[in-house]
T-cell receptor, first 115, second 114 residues
Framework: GAGVSQSPRYKVAKRGQDVALRCDPI?????LFWYQQALGQGPEFLTY????????KSGLPSDRFFAERPEGSVSTLKIQRTQQEDSAVYLC?????????????FGPGTRLTVT | QKEVEQNSGPLSVPEGAIASLNCTYS??????FFWYRQYSGKSPELIMS????GDKEDGRFTAQLNKASQYVSLLIRDSQPSDSATYLC??????????????FGSGTQLTVLP
């Protein structure tokens, strides 16, 4: 596909369950970002990969959040022991290297609801 | 003080008018500035990027940047009902080099009235 894809689009989890969210970036895009968007707010940065290297994970809210991109393409965001405050839309964005490399293109997001 | 501030709105303009959206940022080291449009229930869509002081025009959209005042704006000319959405201002703080994360404002909700 031409754009960033994410799956699942919707996820309902019971509190305490583990979830895994997948992101498939635009082919050839080196950098990949995860953001969390609460209702009525702008996206907030979670973590950033350049190829397979996780260069910044300063936005992950707790050690229950873990992200990986083992082969430098598809990425997975895992949330362990989900809590109600984890309910949000999780957005993945990718960007190529080179100027202007700062333009980020978002996937459709995964809406996570923790009950 | 939030790093990127926007008026939350809602901002209502009549069809055909100019919509003016404003954004201020706190980090003087910010280098790159973006406007994203987000329809309800959808993901952000990049509509404008601006990197240097002045105006940048693309169709009905004009982005304006004033680094001295730490101010970015987006003008939408000949507003259409299809422009009704939330507009997010985003700032990248990394000078040069590789891409880094964006810091977003909370967004301004725009409604264009037919």
């Amino acid at each position: 596909g031409a754009g960033v894809s994410q799956s699942p689009r919707y996820k309902v989890a019971k509190r305490g369950q583990d979830v895994a969210l997948r992101c498939d970036p635009i082919s050839g895009h080196v950098s990949l970002f995860w953001y969390q968007q609460a209702l009525g707010q702008g996206p907030e940065f979670l973590t950033y990969f350049q190829n397979e290297a996780q260069l910044d994970k300063s936005g992950l809210p707790s050690d229950r959040f873990f992200a990986e991109r083992p082969e430098g393409s598809v990425s997975t965001l895992k949330i362990q022991r989900t809590q109600q405050e984890d309910s949000a839309v999780y957005l993945c964005a990718s960007t190529p290297e080179g100027v202007p490399s700062y333009e980020q293109y978002f996937g459709p997001g995964t809406r996570l609801t923790v009950t | 003080q939030k790093e990127v501030e926007q008026n939350s709105g809602p901002l209502s303009v009549p069809e055909g008018a100019i919509a003016s959206l404003n954004c201020t940022y706190s980090d003087r080291g910010s280098q790159s500035f973006f406007w994203y449009r987000q329809y309800s229930g959808k993901s952000p869509e990049l509509i404008m990027s601006i990197y240097s002081n002045g105006d940048k025009e693309d169709g009905r959209f004009t982005a304006q940047l004033n680094k001295a005042s730490q101010y970015v704006s987006l003008l939408i000319r000949d507003s259409q009902p299809s422009d009704s959405a939330t507009y997010l201002c985003a700032v990248n703080r990394t000078p040069g080099g590789s891409a880094r994360q964006l810091t977003f404002g909370s967004g301004t909700q725009l409604t264009v009235l037919p």
